[in-house]
């Protein structure tokens, strides 16, 4: 039994993606699928941690391991709701220098669409 739910929806112009449960080495390989299908799918991409608990070093290798190739694309990722345990995870490894993170799904989607607007 996965530790792990991903729920998908679309708002408007944004597809979200929330991770409910711990993302540990085996539930790591459903978000890698799921961001896998998405990427091809989507630019404009929140990810909902509102009910994530826990996240291992695999599970941040999933994210990261995508960085170029969303780059590369212009595709938009914006992490939010994270709690506090995650996040500290996130800023001691340096990822939220690498990654968007923010507070609110508000925020997401107002950095993404500033950075579309710069760009």
């Given at each position: 039994m996965s530790k792990v739910e991903v729920i998908q929806c679309d708002e408007g112009e944004?597809?979200?993606?929330?991770?409910?449960?711990?993302?540990?080495?085996?539930?790591?390989?459903?978000?890698?699928?799921?961001?896998?299908?998405?990427?091809?799918?989507?630019?404009?991409i929140l990810v909902d941690c509102t009910g994530l608990t826990y996240i291992s070093s695999a599970g941040i290798g999933v994210f990261t391991s995508r960085?170029?190739?969303?780059?590369?694309?212009?595709?938009?990722?914006?992490?939010?709701g994270m709690a506090s345990n995650?996040?500290?995870?996130?800023?001691?490894?340096?990822?939220?220098?690498?990654?968007?993170?923010?507070?609110?799904?508000?925020e997401a989607k107002d950095l993404i669409n500033g950075l579309q607007e710069n760009s």
């Open positions: 944004f597809h979200v993606i929330k991770i409910n449960g711990e993302v540990d080495a085996a539930s790591s390989l459903e978000i890698d699928e799921v961001l896998e299908q998405v990427s091809k799918l989507f630019r404009n960085i170029d190739e969303w780059e590369e694309k212009g595709t938009s990722l914006v992490f939010f995650v996040e500290t995870v996130f800023r001691i490894l340096g990822l939220d220098q690498l990654l968007s993170i923010v507070t609110t799904i508000d």
